[in-house]
């Protein structure tokens, strides 16, 4: 990319200097003809040009030498925008490719929580179960309710998806 705004550069360079010489080439032209008509001023630059073909054909090379290189110009702008473009959903890719490691991260911590809470809902539940026949004996209800509903959020992929699930612990 930066090659190419050195070759803008220098094709910008280029054609500005073949503007100054093309100016200096006309300030030593000067036609008068500010109060003539179309047609007599028309006439003074064909005169002109039949008088100084050299002068003409020169004028004449630099304006198409212009012309070819802001033609380059225009082709090496667009090849810039192009570039950056590209460059721009680079930095895009590069983005989401960060914020999927950081959220692999965080989805590897939730199954691990999860993981950790179930095997505390488990000793939990024998724990319950120890003590559900006795607390019966003295209060006459359950110690814990809900074991059969209690849930886990665990995190899945299936390739470029991810999904959060319940487990039921």
């Not at 003295?138 to 999904?163: A, C, H, L, M, Q």
């Amino acid at each position: 990319m930066q090659q190419i705004q050195a070759e803008i550069a220098a094709l910008n360079s280029q054609i500005q200097v073949l503007q100054q010489e093309r100016a200096a080439l006309n300030i030593n032209k000067a036609i008068s003809g500010g109060n003539d008509s179309p047609l007599a001023t028309v006439e003074a630059y064909r005169r002109h040009a039949r008088e100084n073909p050299q002068l003409s054909a020169e004028l004449k090379g630099i304006d198409d030498a212009i012309a070819a290189l802001e033609m380059q110009l225009h082709h090496k702008q667009a090849e810039l925008a192009c570039c950056q473009i590209e460059s721009k959903q680079l930095t895009q890719q590069q983005q989401l490719d960060e914020a999927k490691r950081v959220a692999q991260v965080h989805a590897q911590r939730v199954n691990q929580l999860a993981g950790e809470l179930s095997t505390e809902i488990r000793l939990l539940k024998a724990c319950a179960d120890y003590l559900s026949p006795m607390y019966w004996q003295v209060y006459y209800k359950p110690f814990i309710t809900g074991f059969k509903t209690i849930s886990v959020p665990y995190v899945r992929s299936d390739g470029e998806v991810w999904t959060i699930v319940n487990r039921i612990v």
